[in-house]
């Protein structure tokens, strides 16, 4: 079991760049899949990316290719997602999520069992 902590939020002009981070405790956390999911007010919870635990394998929603970039550190139990080119739409509160196994649903908010508690991101137009 691994317990996740997001950082790095705020708030940035369109256009701007944010890089968040989700640190986690817990000595097995370089063998998870970790997701980024974002949510924004009155909407459902959604997959923005996602990264294997190797770093082998990543997908992205289609409103974010080529803008974010997620990535992993696993000496420093640390996922991060790179936001580029930041549009408004883009703002949500963005959670990380991660499983000790790789699901083909991996888009799915279900296919996770750990959270962490979101950081928000809001970008002005």
């Known amino acids: 079991q691994v317990q996740l902590v997001e950082s790095g939020g705020g708030l940035v002009q369109a256009g701007g760049s944010l890089r968040l981070s989700c640190a986690a405790s817990?000595?097995?956390?370089?063998?998870?899949?970790v997701a980024w999911f974002r949510q924004a007010p009155g909407k459902e919870r959604e997959f923005v990316a996602v990264i294997s635990w190797n770093s082998a394998g990543t997908y992205y929603t289609d409103s974010v290719k080529g803008r974010f970039t997620i990535s992993r550190d696993n000496a420093k139990n640390t996922v991060y997602l790179q936001m580029n080119s930041l549009k408004p739409e883009d703002t949500a509160v963005y959670y990380c999520?991660?499983?000790?196994?790789?699901?083909?649903?991996?888009?799915?908010?279900?296919?996770?069992?750990?959270w962490g508690q979101g950081t928000q991101v809001t970008v002005s137009s």
């Open positions: 817990g000595r097995t956390f370089s063998t998870y899949t």
């Open positions: 999520a991660a499983d000790p196994i790789w699901r083909g649903n991996y888009a799915s908010r279900y296919s996770y069992h750990e």
